[in-house]
């Protein structure tokens, strides 16, 4: 059972207008990614297979981004993708997101915008 809460907003404003603007982008397709910390915060999209109802990194990339982003003492805090679709939650696939980072900012496409929610992975 997937097991998301919804929590308030940790990530300066700053870089919750970047997701919305990775967001908009991206559309009609989903966007992924993680929001990483090293002395700064940093937004590094990740190359995928998307729709605009589903999203798959290929491990192939993933694997040696997490790699390195660990070899260089850059903490993830936090996953992001995109729902164009307007889902407010994360959906049954989007469990996978809990692995990475200590939140997960959920970018849902409202009107002619998006809107970031964070949730947290409670077991």
């Known amino acids: 059972m997937i097991l998301w809460t919804e929590t308030s907003h940790s990530l300066p404003k700053e870089i919750l207008c970047e997701l919305t603007s990775i967001a908009l982008e991206s559309h009609p397709y989903e966007c992924v990614g993680l929001v990483v910390w090293r002395r700064r915060y940093w937004i590094v999209p990740l190359p995928a297979i998307a729709s605009p109802r589903s999203v798959l990194v290929d491990p ?24 164009p679709n307007g889902l407010a939650r994360p ?29 947290l992975w409670s077991s």
Do not use: C, M, N
């Not at 390195?68 to 993830?76: E, F, G, K, P, T």
């Open 60 to 83: 192939a990339v993933l694997i040696p981004t997490l790699y390195l982003l660990d070899q260089h003492s850059v903490r993830i805090v936090a996953s992001y993708h995109s729902h």
């Open 91 to 119: 959906s049954k696939l989007d469990g996978g997101f809990r692995l990475y980072g200590g939140s997960h900012i959920l970018l849902v496409r409202e009107q002619e915008s998006f809107t970031p929610h964070t949730f």
